[in-house]
């Protein structure tokens, strides 16, 4: 167990530092943060997207990628029963893409017609790639673990793609200088670092 040094809030006010809430705490850290998107094919050979902010690379060695996906997702069920994702990195050209796919769905909506997305099927997994996509990577699934009101999917990255004409990468962005805002949806901005 953690123990502070002796006169512990006077050590933690010489260092300019404050106890403060989980979520004050979060709003400092969690922007910016690249965002990505995570497909998956149902049972019923529908195919499903969604906006990611959670994700990070996990091994080199096999390669295998994370992704953290809430459980009242589709997509979640989706995944624990194909075994499998693409995680598919979006570029400025898909800033409203990742708007659309990232607010809430309505269960008879098809996002990937929604945003004018190609249904093309991976090589080695089912679940689509994103043609306009950066990069993306299928990925099949080597392990979950509950995280409380999520579940964490990690991916051995079996196959990678590259666009050939790369744009700069997206972010989830706040009111913060030296970010340009390219879609906003309320309170949610998705832009780049300013050049």
């Known amino acids: 167990m953690f123990r502070a040094p002796a006169g512990g809030d006077t050590f933690l006010r010489n260092k300019r530092m404050k106890q403060v809430t989980f979520k004050e705490a979060m709003e400092l850290w969690s922007t910016p943060e690249r965002v990505v998107f995570v497909t998956g094919i149902d049972t019923d050979g529908r195919q499903h997207i969604m906006t990611v902010g959670w994700k990070m690379r996990a091994s080199f060695r096999p390669p295998m990628i994370a992704v953290a996906i809430g459980k009242q997702r589709r997509l979640n069920k989706i995944i624990s029963s194909s075994r499998e994702f693409v995680l598919a990195v979006p570029g400025t050209d898909l800033a409203k893409e990742v708007l659309i ?8 909506v098809d996002r990937f017609e929604k945003c004018g997305f190609s249904r093309d099927p991976g090589t080695i997994v089912k679940a689509p790639l ?15 673990l509950d995280t409380g009101d999520h579940t964490l999917f990690v991916g051995q990255v079996v196959a990678s793609w590259v666009n050939e004409d790369p744009k700069p990468h997206l972010m989830a962005i706040a009111e913060e200088p030296g970010f340009h805002v390219i879609a906003q949806e309320g309170s949610i901005k998705i832009g780049t670092v300013r050049s």
């Open 101 to 108: 796919c990232g607010l809430p769905n309505n269960e008879n």
């Open 130 to 144: 994103v043609q306009r996509a950066l990069c993306s990577f299928e990925c099949k699934l080597v392990a979950q």
